[in-house]
């Protein structure tokens, strides 16, 4: 091992005289070196400026001492690149951090920096600072916080502290530099001052900010100063930086950067001498725009990509599938021997240089610094690396076609017939109808150019249609809704496949068309990998809805769970109508989603309120889902039944600024609950709420207390309302809570009951609905004699006649009274066929009619069926079964079967 490291020490003396002249004035540390004692080299240099008084001074001997320590370390092979670039990184901090209390100091004897921080971008931000790296960081204070003379204006002294660090960090003197610093990052920096406010900071990158912005924030974070004010402002951008809703325009500009820093590069297109490492075809910025520009496109909905280093986000890009493996290691790699071989053009004078020296012997002498045989062998390598990461970029950068593109209708005369019209002058027409004024996403310029970029993907895709006229008519109802489509038009170009999903999503599903007319950026979902997978459960779901970039206020997290559940409702239905999951398992999904829904918004307005009204001392609000929502199975169609209950004592007080009882104290938060769960938002309309089934109904309080709520199911409650407290589930409320309705709950459903007198109750109940809830349809399952509602009735008789089947989801009810011997097997299967119909069709036959062709037969595949017909028979089949079973166990026959 000695011998490697005498070695580079070698090497070092004969080609890098920067090196070797910084080993002669530190004779301690070289003989540490010479002895191969890497850690303990490092550890003194950390110390080499200990015993100076002055800052700078200090640091200067510090970043001599580090860099001479780290250079010998990496060409002897001891040090990976990601230590080097990473101790370098962590002296930089040091050094802004004692630039900054220095400066500060000097003004403000005694200042700390409280309200004073500095932001580090680009390869300090992302840790990978190379051996002469300039410094890019944003200076920012807080005029309220930041310490200075009681005479000095905040600005003015804020500016003071950053001259003065400048000067620290970047002046040249006896014992050279610390670090060049360069402020150019900052917003608007041509006039702008080399320290700005933070609510001005704030203000730009919310209204005027730039895309490159955008790209450069990838990699920023909190380096020096007041590291907690930093992170709190790096939170209120992130919704900057890292957008849900994909802007093609900016991904756009970023990919029209690259190519003027490609084409503004003036030095040799392929390695040679004069190549730029950094700049030149294939080199060390084409990789870090790569990972950055897919960053930018899926870093808003994953945050797992959000990764400021260059090799962590190619392999961040890998695991989500968005680039291939091979693409992540051979790109990492080349980036790893790129910056190496960056590292030892610096080591040689200390410069920052990136080019290949221009003459031989200087090339020759770089090649063997690096233990290469010449300056032929080091071209020859750069050969390979650069054609990877070349071609690779320029598949990125390529153009996706004309802007100015379009189809001319007459040359597609088959469109115009499959589309519906005479001839191709009617459908030119109607397509230049499109672009006059009528539709507001088509009225700019930019608009209408992404739209004929489209246009010749999008006439076909609607031709193929199952039902195309009917796709063009939901086509243009999607144009006329959606106040902007941009990138829904950029999106669909660029992803061939999405359109191919949102024209069976406008051919087979409305109420889909609707929501993404709405709200385009919808379609956004559809991009994951993870697309087509089950959302997770409820805690998942629920810690996602929790998740509010920038200010964190109650209406920011009611926008949220808006935003989480209309998604993965969206995405939902389209694995529905795509037979891509069993139409039970989206009804659980779906009833998952707004159990998430329900706990998040209870927890935030539960501490909304509190802020007001306080908290009640051993007293919480509950909520009880029923129907469909308690059985854990909703279709897209539900709304939500629940039932408020309140723990505790009725005679308690809230201990805020404004106390109120515990009756009134729970109702009210009941009442919010309610409303953050059904009033519309920025962000859209989430659920109906019906509280009709609590105690009383209408005539009784929104929410009752736990033993009121126990007391009237025991000895006021009607039969069908102890049916559908069969379907009862806590939804939320603490523990204890919860087993003391579930205690209450069980207690009355387990009572002995006159089965004469429930059977009675029974037959009315449903002779009742009969006469007043007529099927709409043939697809009615619900309300279909021998439907889902006879197969409920009959559950809920046996259930509350012996106690037999407790459990509030259908399916497994069935299968307990099944393997009781109360109900035949076959019933199991009818329940399941019924079900999976009630759920697709929601979507694929709003009506409950016969669907049109192209829907029916998705509701047969999403159902399990080879065709529409028979779908019907075996539906048929079902309600025969369900229509046996009510007959033998009531004694009277189903009507109508």
């Known amino acids: 091992m000695d011998g490697e490291w005498q070695n580079a020490i070698s090497r070092a003396q004969a080609h890098a005289p920067f090196l070797a002249q910084a080993l002669a004035r530190q004779p301690e540390l070289a003989a540490l070196l010479a002895g191969g004692e890497g850690e303990a080299a490092l550890a003194w240099a950390k110390a080499a400026g200990a015993d ?43 050094a802004l951090d004692s630039a900054i209390t220095a400066a500060m100091g000097k003004r403000v004897p005694g200042a700390t920096s409280d309200g004073f921080f500095a932001l580090a971008l680009g390869k300090h931000g992302a840790d990978e600072l190379n051996y002469s790296s ?10 309220d916080r930041m310490a200075r003379r009681e005479r000095d204006e905040p600005g003015e002294a804020a500016q003071r502290y950053a001259r003065e660090i400048v000067r620290l960090l970047g002046d040249n003197t006896a014992d050279g530099y610390v670090f060049r610093v360069d402020l150019r990052l900052r917003p608007a920096s041509e006039i702008s001052p080399p320290a700005l406010p933070v609510a001005g900071a704030l203000s730009h990158y919310e209204s005027s900010a730039l895309p490159w912005e955008r790209a450069a924030f990838i990699r920023a974070r909190a380096a020096a100063g007041d590291l907690a004010a930093g992170e709190d402002f790096l939170a209120q951008i992130r919704p900057f930086v ?79 599938a968005i680039i291939s493996a091979t693409d992540a290691d051979e790109m990492g790699a080349a980036y790893d021997r790129l910056r190496t071989l960056e590292h030892r053009l610096q080591m040689v004078a200390d410069q920052q240089t990136h080019e290949l020296p221009v003459d031989g012997p200087a090339l020759d002498n770089v090649a063997r610094l690096d233990g290469l045989a010449d300056g032929p062998a080091l071209i020859a390598e750069l050969d390979a690396l650069t054609e990877q990461v070349g071609g690779r970029f320029d598949t990125l950068i390529a153009d996706e ?25 009617q459908l030119a027409a109607r397509i230049e109808g499109w672009s006059d004024g009528r539709y507001r996403a088509l009225r700019t310029e930019s608009a209408r150019r992404a739209f004929a970029a489209l246009l010749p993907q999008l006439l076909p895709a609607l031709a193929d249609a199952p039902d195309p006229p009917g796709a063009l008519l939901r086509w243009e109802r999607l144009l006329a809704a959606a106040p902007s489509a941009i990138n829904l038009f950029r999106l669909l170009e660029a992803r061939p496949a999405l359109l191919d999903q949102l024209i069976t999503i406008l051919t087979l599903a409305p109420p889909l068309a609707e929501k993404l007319a709405r709200r385009p950026a919808l379609l956004d979902t559809l991009i994951d990998h993870s697309a087509f997978d089950l959302p997770g459960d409820t805690g998942a779901l629920a810690a996602r809805m929790a998740v509010v970039e920038g200010a964190h206020d ?37 009833a998952r989603t707004a159990e998430a829904a329900i706990r998040t918004a209870l927890s935030a307005t539960e501490a909304e309120f509190a802020a007001t009204h306080g908290r009640i001392a051993g007293g919480a609000l509950l909520v009880l889902g029923l129907g469909r929502l308690g059985g854990g199975a909703l279709t897209h169609a539900s709304d939500l039944d629940l039932i408020y209950l309140f723990s505790g004592s009725h005679e308690s007080e809230s ?83 919860r087993a003391e309705v579930e205690a209450a709950i069980a207690e009355v459903l387990a009572r002995p009951r006159d089965a004469v007198q429930l059977r009675a109750d029974v037959l009315a109940m449903r002779a009742e609905m009969a006469a007043h809830k007529a099927p709409k349809g043939p697809l009615d399952v619900k309300l279909l004699r021998g439907g889902l509602v006879d197969l409920e009735f009959i559950v809920h008789f046996l259930q509350l006649q012996g106690g037999a089947g407790l459990d509030p989801h259908l399916p497994q009810a ?60 075996a539906i048929g089949h079902a309600r025969g079964t369900v229509a046996a079973a009510w007959a033998g166990i009531f004694g009277e026959p189903v009507e109508d079967i």
């Open 52 to 94: 100076a008084a002055d800052p700078g001074i200090a640091l200067r001997r510090e970043k001599l001492a580090l860099a001479t320590a780290l250079a010998i370390g990496d060409l002897a092979g001891a040090y990976p690149l990601a230590r080097v670039v990473g101790e370098l990184s962590a002296f930089a901090d040091r």
């Open 134 to 143: 300039d410094i890019d960081p944003i200076l920012l204070y807080d005029p």
């Open 242 to 320: 890292w957008r849900r809703s994909l802007d093609f325009g900016a991904i756009d500009e970023i990919r029209q950067l690259t190519r003027r820093i490609r084409t503004a590069h003036r030095g040799p297109a392929a390695p040679g001498p004069g190549f730029s490492l950094k700049h030149g075809r294939g080199g060390i910025r084409e990789i870090e725009f790569f990972a950055q520009t897919h960053q930018l496109i899926h870093g808003g909905r994953d945050a797992s990509l959000r990764c400021r280093g260059t090799r962590a986000a190619l392999d961040a890009l890998a695991a989500a």
């Open 401 to 425: 076609g004309g802007a100015d593109g379009g189809l001319h209708p007459a040359a597609q005369p088959d469109l115009a017939a499959a589309l519906g019209f005479a001839d191709e002058a």
């Open 554 to 590: 109650y209406e920011a997290v009611l926008d949220r769970i808006r935003v989480v559940t209309g998604e993965t409702r969206f995405a939902l239905g389209v694995q529905l109508i795509a037979a891509a999951q069993d139409p039970a398992d989206i009804a659980a999904a779906l």
């Open 655 to 737: 201990d805020g600024a404004r106390p109120l009882g515990a009756t009134l104290y729970f109702n009210r938060l009941a009442q919010r609950v309610t409303a953050a769960l059904s009033v519309p938002t920025a962000e859209g309309a989430l659920y109906e709420v019906d509280t009709r089934l609590r105690p009383q109904g209408n005539q009784g309080p929104l929410a009752a207390s736990i033993e009121s709520f126990a007391r009237y199911q025991r000895e006021d409650a009607w039969t069908w309302e102890h049916m559908a407290l069969t379907r009862a589930r806590v939804i939320a409320g603490p523990p204890a809570a």
């Open 814 to 873: 069935v299968g307990l009274l099944v393997g009781a011997g109360l109900l035949p097997p076959a019933l199991s299967d009818a329940e399941q066929l019924l079900g999976k119909v009630l759920v697709a069709a929601r979507l694929l036959a709003l009506d409950l009619a016969a669907p049109s062709p192209p829907a029916a037969a998705a509701l047969a595949r999403a159902c399990g069926h080879s065709d529409y017909p028979a779908l019907l028979s």
